[in-house]
């Protein structure tokens, strides 16, 4: 079975440009999750997706990201303009159920912002 | 708000060196507490559920534990192939868009030689 998918894996981008991260979730996962993981630190939830409706984004910041779910399947995380302190590493992960805390989490894309 | 709280932050054994991980957790009613396994440059695999004090779940040479304040990660006889970061994660029954948020901690690093 095939994992969550994520691109670009590595990404570097001068400050105030644009970026757009993609994932494919696991097939049949209704839940679709990105966090943001910094060095050092644990995941931190942006947004989650019960198929293709946003029902938690409080902690993404909406003046420069966004994020959409095609279709109830896959996603696009984007940030414009970029900020230096975006640099990051940005998870996609996907569960079965929204009450489920067994995540299943991509390998994640890594942005540098100079 | 739920808070959880790793430690040591970093962890060196010598292979054979059995030891225990701490995560303490403030949580609005435990839904459950997962425990997560992140290999450098990946992302965060899933390991355990608990979801009561008293509960353990086991895995090769990992044993996890909760009691209603703290879970401990216990490995035992430990291999080079066990490094790596292991967070933990509790989930809070409030509900969020139909879903419970996954509150992570901020890891423990830890490194198994030879």
């Known amino acids: 079975e095939a994992g969550v998918v994520q691109s670009p894996r590595y990404k570097i981008i001068e400050k105030k440009q644009p970026v757009a991260f993609w994932c494919n979730p696991i097939?049949?996962?209704?839940?679709l999750y990105w966090y943001l993981q910094n060095l050092g630190q644990g995941p931190e939830l942006l947004i989650r997706y019960e198929n293709e409706e946003a029902v938690d984004d409080s902690q993404l910041p909406k003046d420069r990201f966004s994020a959409e779910r095609l279709k109830g399947v896959d996603s696009t995380l984007k940030i414009q303009p970029a900020e230096l302190g975006d640099s990051a590493v940005y998870l996609c992960?996907?569960?079965?159920?929204?009450?489920?805390?067994?995540?299943?989490f991509g390998e994640g894309s890594r942005l540098t912002v100079l | 708000e739920d808070q959880v709280t790793q430690s040591p932050e970093a962890l060196r054994l010598q292979e054979g060196e059995s030891s225990s991980l701490n995560c303490s957790y403030t949580?609005?009613?435990?839904?459950?507490l997962f425990w997560y396994r992140q290999d450098p440059g990946k992302g965060p695999e899933f390991l355990f559920t608990?979801?009561?004090a008293g509960e353990e779940k086991e895995k090769e040479r990992l044993k996890a534990t909760l009691t209603k304040k703290e879970s401990f990660l216990h490995i035992t006889a430990p291999k080079p192939e066990d490094s790596a970061t292991y967070l933990c994660a509790v989930q809070s029954n409030i509900l969020t868009g139909g879903g419970n948020k996954l509150t992570f901690g901020t890891g423990t690093q830890l490194k198994v030689e030879l």
């Open positions: 992960a996907s569960s079965f159920t929204g009450m489920s805390g067994e995540l299943f």
């Open positions: 949580v609005s009613g435990l839904r459950g």
């Open positions: 097939s049949g996962h209704n839940t």
């Open positions: 608990l979801y009561s």
